[in-house]
C-alpha cells in the first residue's frame, strides 16, 4: 500500500551503498543545499523548507540507512562514520562539487564531518537545533534508552523514542496525518534498528568507538570558523536535549553567525517556528539560487 505524505510530494531517488539502497530527494536546479536529518526523523521533517528554496536552488535531502525510505539491514553498523561514508558517496554519485548544508540533529554530526572531508566544498551552513563537537551531556530519558537489553526493548518492541519524540520534541502539537508520517518508517522491531543504534552511537566518552571520529568532525569545525563560513542558526529553546548549552556553543565557534533563538520553540524547531524561519533562509540561501 502506498502512504500519501503530507507536504511530501516529491519523486523518490535511490542510490546503492553495497547490496542496500539509500533514498534521497533531489528537487530544483541552482546552487545545492544539501539538508541532513537526525534521528528519529527522516527527509519529512525538511518537506517545508524542500518546498521553499527548491524554487531557486538544487535541494538534495538523504534518508541515512536504516530511516525514512531507506533499507534497514539488521546486520550494519549503524555508527557515525559509515552514515559521513554513506551521505559522502551520495555526493560523489551526484558529482556535487560545491553546496550548502542544513543540518538538524544527528545530521549536524553527520553533515559537518563529510564537510570536513571536502573543506573546499561548502559554502554556507543553516543550523538548526544541533551539535558537532563533543559533551557529555545526555538528558536521562534519552540515557535509559542506552542501556543494555533495557534500551533496545523500550525503543524497538515498544517505540519509546520514535513515538514520544513526536510530542515530545514540539511546542505546537502536530496534525494527526503529520505525526503518523513521521511514525510511518518505523512500525516495528526491525524497521526502528536505527533508531535504536543512533542512540547507542552517542560517543560521550573516549572509549566510545564513534568518539575519535566525532573528534574529527569537531577538528573540521576549527577550520571553517577560521575560514569564516557563513553561518545561520535559528534554535528552539524548549529543546531538552540541544538545550541552550549547545546554542552557546554554536556562538562562541562561530561569532560572527546570523543568530535566532526562539524561545517557544521546541526540538523540531522547523515545526514550531517555520513561518518565522522561511524568510531567513530564503534570505541566506539566496533568492536567485
Not at 515530545?168 to 534498528?193: C, F, G, H, I
Not at 534554535?235 to 540541544?242: A, S, T, V
Not at 562561530?254 to 522547523?270: K, S
Request: with cysteine; hydrophobic share 40%; glycine share 6%.
Amino acid at each position: 500500500m502506498n502512504i500519501v505524505y503530507p507536504d511530501y510530494p516529491f519523486q523518490s531517488h535511490f542510490f546503492s551503498r553495497g547490496k542496500y539502497r539509500i533514498h534521497f530527494v533531489d528537487e530544483g536546479h541552482g546552487d545545492v543545499i544539501v539538508m541532513v536529518h537526525g534521528n528519529p526523523t527522516w527527509s519529512f521533517y525538511y518537506r517545508r523548507l524542500i518546498t521553499l528554496l527548491a524554487q531557486n536552488h538544487r535541494v538534495i535531502v538523504i534518508d541515512h540507512l536504516g530511516c525514512g525510505l531507506s533499507d534497514k539491514p539488521q546486520d550494519y553498523n549503524y555508527c557515525l562514520q559509515n552514515h559521513i561514508n554513506n551521505l559522502d558517496a551520495l555526493l560523489t554519485h551526484l558529482d556535487i562539487q560545491l553546496f550548502s548544508l542544513v543540518v538538524h540533529d544527528w545530521g549536524g554530526a553527520i553533515g559537518m564531518g563529510v564537510a570536513a572531508k571536502r573543506t573546499a566544498s561548502l559554502q554556507k551552513a543553516m543550523v538548526l537545533n544541533t551539535a558537532a563537537f563533543r559533551s557529555r551531556r545526555i538528558p536521562f530519558r534519552i540515557s535509559v534508552c542506552r542501556w543494555p537489553l533495557i534500551g533496545e526493548v523500550l525503543v524497538r518492541a515498544f517505540n519509546g523514542f520514535a513515538r514520544p519524540a513526536v510530542w515530545m520534541a514540539v511546542t505546537k502539537k502536530l496534525e494527526k496525518n503529520t505525526a503518523s508520517a513521521y511514525l510511518a518508517p518505523y512500525d516495528s522491531w526491525q524497521n526502528r534498528v536505527a533508531v535504536s543504534a543512533f542512540v547507542r552511537d552517542i560517543p560521550l566518552t573516549p572509549h566510545h568507538p564513534s568518539y575519535q571520529t566525532l573528534v574529527d568532525v569537531e577538528n573540521g569545525l576549527e577550520k571553517f570558523q577560521k575560514a569564516g563560513l557563513p553561518l545561520l542558526i535559528c534554535w528552539g529553546g524548549k529543546d531538552f536535549c540541544f538545550n541552550r548549552h549547545f546554542y552557546d556553543e554554536w556562538c562562541q565557534r562561530f561569532p560572527q553567525a546570523e543568530t535566532h533563538y526562539y524561545p517557544e520553540g521546541g526540538h523540531y524547531i522547523l515545526e514550531d517556528a517555520f513561518e518565522q524561519i522561511a524568510p531567513l533562509a530564503l534570505r541566506f540561501f539566496g533568492s536567485e539560487g
